[in-house]
């Protein structure tokens, strides 16, 4: 089992900037997939970033260039770092860490864990 704690959110004003922080703890070995997800009021939760060990980071249209995912290695901590943020950037914001492996074509997760969700308001 992997859990998974968040910190850092809050109410900021548009134009401003919030860091978001997981901190990882329990059995980490063989987690490969590391990411953000946020869910506003009414919407679908939907991805905001993610990186694979060795692999390529991704992130969603709406964040390029103003959000940045990292992770401190030694710490077992994993960060979002968001500037620029503007009202639409208004949700829960989710960790997720999980195993994943490529099978027939697909991608699948032998282990699958969230964080418990930080409150990220961005009044105009």
């Known amino acids: 089992q992997v859990q998974l704690v968040e910190s850092g959110g809050g109410l900021v004003q548009a134009g401003g900037s919030l860091r978001l922080s997981c901190a990882a703890s329990g059995t980490t070995f063989g987690i490969n997939a590391f990411g953000w997800y946020r869910q506003a009021p009414g919407k679908q939760r939907e991805l905001v970033a993610v990186f694979h060990t060795g692999g390529n980071t991704l992130y969603a249209d709406s964040v390029k260039g103003r959000f940045t995912i990292s992770r401190d290695y030694r710490q077992n901590t994993m960060y979002l770092h968001m500037n620029s943020l503007i009202p639409e950037d208004t949700a829960v914001y989710y960790c997720?860490?999980?195993?994943?492996?490529?099978?027939?074509?697909?991608?699948?997760?032998?282990?699958?864990?969230w964080g418990q969700g930080a409150q990220v308001t961005v009044s105009s």
């Open positions: 997720n860490q999980g195993q994943e492996y490529s099978s027939g074509g697909g991608y699948y997760r032998a282990r699958d864990y």
